[in-house]
């Protein structure tokens, strides 16, 4: 077999075959004769460039799925409940990690000697929805070293310090966690992941691809503090990690400012209890260090999710003249939309996250979430969007961002902010690298669904292929 004939196949409305050789889609075209390659008949199903998920963090998303749920909890009371029930189940000695409270929306507070009470010497980390923050029982606390105060939480830098070590103390369960993930996603039409986890991923990947690695395609992310480590590796994005090609350099992502749950995201306004946010990056060294990425080869990746955070990112890739991508971009000034597209830069979004942010955006961001998450405005003003799910914050599921982007709401909720919906060809294009439909040239990555794609159902997917190569397959 010199290829793959795909028989029968909707693409924008029309049924045509496409002829796959060397990884790649060699010709669309009404009735093509086969020239000895395999056939695979699609009987008029809708095919579609293949899905990515353009910001995950793969260990804790493969963890998170084997941790403690806490996304259903009201309350700190609740969510004390859930941890008496886990620990009360744990063997002797078995540390209890939760995953997913969201207290900035909390009719009460967290405190360290509430969770002392049910955790007793019991190692105990519950990692909140946003990841940026982490509340530890007072023998977690002696077992990291760290000091939280009366609450019982660390924010940002000291939380994610605490977060890594905590997927340490499961690192026998990780590789077997990812495999599952990453299965999944494929299962779910994802062909590429952008992995931004916050280690030297260059190692991790390596030493993931060493026995093959078949897909999802992997774009592993270099962080600001490892720039001229990579350099002198001659790691530069979009260079190959390993031999497949299928493992590469992804971009360099740079925190400066903290999350909205938090109530750290850097912002104009004040949040309710006075504060703005922080800033960990000032914005002369975060300009020097976009100049030294772009130098090297790397993409810049800024997460910015305040307004104010937004205004700095943009400011320093306007200053340096090089396009990037600005992470989460949750709250936007009305001035700086149409800067986006004016400089190049990629609003690289989380659409899914208005579903859980709805409630806690209007909290602490009252009178401004017309503002936030402007993916119309956006889009209007010439922007290029790219979809991710910032898993495990969101499900590693580019159909629910979609639908969040096309919809703004649950199923029977009132969508928010409905002047901010999206048409469904230009969320499908944001989770497809700039466009759905398949054209000769391309990399063979595609996916073909059962029933319309109106449904946006992510049981519906059929058939992936990555580089012509069928990794999934109901057919």
């Known amino acids: 077999m010199t290829g793959l004939l795909l028989r029968r196949a909707r693409v924008d409305g029309a049924v045509v075959d496409l002829r796959i050789r060397d990884g790649r889609v060699a010709a669309i075209a009404p009735e093509l004769v086969a020239e000895g390659e395999g056939v695979v008949d699609l009987d008029g199903r809708v095919v579609l460039r293949g899905l990515w998920d353009e910001h995950v963090h793969v260990t804790q998303a493969a963890l998170a799925a084997a941790s403690l749920p806490l996304g259903g909890a009201g309350s700190a009371a609740e969510t004390l409940a859930l941890v008496r029930a886990a620990v009360d189940r744990a063997a002797p000695g078995e540390p209890v990690v939760g995953m997913g409270f969201q207290d900035g929306v909390w009719p009460d507070r967290p405190t360290r000697a509430a969770l002392d009470a049910v955790a007793g010497e019991r190692t105990v980390v519950l990692v909140s929805h946003d990841v940026h923050a982490v509340w530890l029982s007072s023998a977690a606390a002696r077992r990291f070293g760290v000091s939280p105060g009366e609450d019982g939480m660390l924010r940002e830098g000291p939380a994610f310090a605490v977060g890594q070590r905590t997927n340490a103390l499961a690192a026998e369960r990780v590789e077997h966690a990812v495999v599952d993930l990453l299965a999944a996603a494929v299962r779910r039409g994802v062909v590429g992941v952008v992995d931004l986890e916050m280690?030297?991923?260059?190692?991790?990947?390596?030493?993931?691809?060493a026995d093959?690695?078949?897909g999802p395609r992997i774009e592993a992310g270099v962080y600001g503090v490892d720039v001229e480590r990579a350099g002198r590796l001659g790691l530069r994005t979009g260079g190959p990690i390993d031999p497949s090609g299928l493992v590469r350099v992804g971009p360099m992502k740079v925190l400066i400012d903290g999350a909205l749950n938090t109530r750290t995201?850097?912002?104009?306004?004040?949040?309710p209890d006075g504060g703005t946010g922080v800033l960990t990056v000032p914005p002369d060294e975060l300009t020097a260090l976009l100049r030294r990425s772009a130098a090297?080869?790397?993409l810049p990746a800024v997460h910015a999710i305040g307004d104010a955070a937004v205004?700095?990112?943009l400011d320093a890739f306007e200053a340096v003249g090089v396009r990037g991508r600005i992470e989460h971009a949750q709250l936007i000034a009305d001035a700086d939309v149409p800067r986006f597209g004016a400089l190049g830069v990629t609003a690289s979004v989380q659409p899914a996250h208005l579903l859980d942010d709805r409630?806690?955006?209007?909290e602490h961001w009252p009178g401004r979430t017309g503002r936030a998450y402007p993916l119309r405005a956006l889009l209007e003003t010439?922007?290029?969007?790219?979809?991710?799910?910032?898993?495990?914050?969101?499900?590693l599921d580019p159909w629910r961002a979609i639908r969040a982007a096309v919809e703004r709401a649950l199923p029977g909720e009132a969508p928010w902010h409905p002047e901010q919906r999206i048409p469904l060809e230009a969320a499908l294009d944001a989770s497809t690298r700039g466009r759905a439909r398949p054209q000769v040239g391309d990399a063979a990555d595609l996916i073909a669904l059962d029933g319309p794609l109106k449904a946006l159902d992510p049981d519906a997917v059929a058939l992936t292929l990555i580089a012509g190569t069928a990794v999934h397959s109901t057919l």
């Not at 995201?265 to 949040?271: E, R």
């Not at 409630?359 to 209007?362: D, G, I, L, T």
């Not at 010439?382 to 499900?395: E, I, Q, R, Y």
């Open 199 to 209: 280690t030297w991923n260059r190692d991790v990947w390596l030493e993931r691809a």
């Open 311 to 313: 205004t700095i990112a």
């Open 296 to 298: 090297a080869g790397l």
């Open 265 to 271: 995201a850097y912002c104009v306004d004040p949040y």
């Open 382 to 395: 010439g922007a290029t969007l790219a979809f991710g799910s910032d898993a495990p914050v969101a499900p």
């Open 212 to 214: 093959g690695w078949a």
């Open 359 to 362: 409630e806690v955006a209007a």
